[in-house]
């Protein structure tokens, strides 16, 4: 029976062989193909916990290099919290290289208030041609002599602080300077008075000594008054 066996069947068995060795070749070379193609292919890296991902060492990767090549990445400026600006503070202080902040300095010039001496001054009411005139001196020195109304004369320079005194003469004119004979409604009166500054509106707490003639006056008068001067 073995010698019957033709050139076809030797043929056969040939193309059989080559056929396998195809298949077999093909197969190889198809899954060479997909091995090459899933190595090289992209990884991306997605946050731990994420469903059907592969770690590092599941792609055959080394997780010591792929730490070491993210911390290539220049990390992003975090901002100081105060606790920690508070801490670096301190640090610097302890280390004496910080400089307590100077108080800035004021540009506001606040100029003190000038203390304004008191003012004194004699000044006249009343009505006029009353038959008198009434000379005044201030500590022994003649100030001026007053008919009428509405006189004033500044005797601040002659005042000093303490005791001073105040001397009013009047003198009787006679009927030919008196038009209110009689009539002791009329007068001329002469006052001192302190206040800042030398004015004709004036309060009367400001009014320190007051002299007064009548019409109806015929003689002479002199007094001296005192008053306490600042």
Known sequence: MADKITGKTVLGAIGDFIILVLVVGGAGLGGYYVGINQKLAPIQLVPPGTAGAKTLKDLGLDPGKGAAASSTTAPKPQPTSPVES???????????????????????????????????????????????????????????????????????????????????????????????????????????????HVQDNYAAKDVLMSYSRTAADTEDYNETKHFKGE
Do not use: M
């Open 86 to 196: 508070a801490d670096k503070a301190t640090t610097a202080k302890a280390d004496g290289k910080v400089e307590e902040p100077k108080p800035q300095e004021s540009t506001a010039q606040t100029d003190p208030k000038k203390h304004e001496k008191t003012k004194y001054w004699l000044i006249s009411s009343g009505a006029d041609y009353c038959g008198y005139s009434i000379t005044v001196q201030v500590n022994g020195t003649p100030v001026d002599a007053f008919f009428g109304p509405d006189k004033i004369i500044d005797v601040t320079k002659l005042v000093h602080s303490g005791d001073n005194a105040v001397r009013f003469e009047a003198k009787a004119l006679g009927e030919q300077y008196n038009k209110h004979t009689g009539d002791p409604g009329y007068s001329v009166t002469v006052k001192l008075v302190k206040g800042a």
